[in-house]
């Protein structure tokens, strides 16, 4: 007897793969290019600065005539971008199955990794002292006392704010993951999966054209793809285990155009901001 396309199923369709990664590299590039140049970039030039150097992954702001104020208002102005970035697009995140179900994943990836950014920067600062939360001179809590104390308390608010973003972002997915039972949570797990490897592969890859070598790669390009949306890899074991979704969910076919725009996007950022930009 054949299944209708309206019940849940053991073994939900599938989104095409090629169309979910070029969806997974555009909603990392988006999300990166958000924090930096609408973040910190902005915020330079607002500000009355310049930037000495613009990189895919980092934006050298001139601080030779700007007040502490002013380098800590743009050294936060990357992860407000994201707060915000995050908070918008879960609440544009209708909990029921979209007709545009390619755009409602982008949306939801696009937010989900805007969050962790903005949240793990937390933790990636409390735990190394350096980043857009650190105690270095263009942290945000530079010259913060005792250091140790500041870092402490920097990394358990970046735990916990970085649990609760998983916790919503997997309540804003649930109920568009078709499906039911063991089915359903590896369905959800392996697109997560394809996201998170192809961020981690675009990510390495444009860090590398930088110039000045594996350290921004490992500390900035690395790190916010690996590290701050290591959460793609475990947050789908939190959905509901009991519940059934009618197909296809988030299932859609193949995109020519959104293969292309992804492809076109990834390229021309790499291109044009891994090997940085001096102004």
């Known amino acids: 007897m054949a299944q209708s396309s309206t019940l849940p199923a053991a073994n939900p369709p599938k989104p095409d793969t090629l169309t979910l990664i070029a ?3 555009l909603a990392y590039i988006a999300a990166v290019g958000l924090h930096e ?6 915020a330079c030039f ?3 600065s310049h930037p000495i150097e613009i990189g895919a992954f980092y934006v050298n702001c001139d601080y030779s005539r700007m007040s502490d104020l002013n380098i800590r208002l743009v050294t936060l102005a990357g992860p407000l971008v994201s707060l915000l970035v995050g908070i918008l697009s879960l609440l544009a995140l209708r909990n029921r199955t979209p007709r545009a179900r390619s755009a409602a994943y982008f949306v939801w990836l696009l937010g989900t990794i805007g969050l962790m950014s903005a949240t793990g920067y937390l933790l990636f600062s409390g735990v190394s002292g350096i980043g857009d ?3 270095t001179r263009d942290g945000a809590f530079y010259q913060a006392s005792p250091e140790w104390l500041w870092r402490a308390v920097l990394t358990v608010a970046g735990l916990a704010s970085y649990y609760l973003v998983i916790f919503i972002s997997v ?9 039911e039972g063991r089915g359903r949570i590896r369905a959800a797990r392996m697109m997560a999966l394809i996201s998170y490897l192809t961020g981690a592969v675009v990510s ?8 000045h070598g594996l350290i921004i790669v490992l500390i900035s390009s690395a790190a916010s793809s690996l590290g701050a949306t290591s959460g793609l890899l475990w947050m789908m074991q939190m959905l509901n285990r009991k519940g059934q979704v009618p197909a ?5 076919q193949r ?6 725009l992804g492809a076109a996007v990834t390229v021309v950022y790499a291109v044009v901001l891994g090997p940085t930009i001096r102004p």
Do not use: C, E, M, Q
């Open 248 to 252: 296809p969910g988030l299932a859609f």
């Open 23 to 25: 969806i997974s590299a």
């Open 46 to 48: 607002l500000l009355g």
């Open 255 to 260: 995109s020519w155009v959104w293969i292309a």
């Open 171 to 179: 309540r804003k997915i649930d109920p568009l993951i078709a499906g």
């Open 37 to 42: 140049h609408l973040g910190h970039t902005a």
């Open 204 to 211: 390495i890859l444009t860090g590398l054209l930088n110039p």
């Open 133 to 135: 939360f650190g105690t």
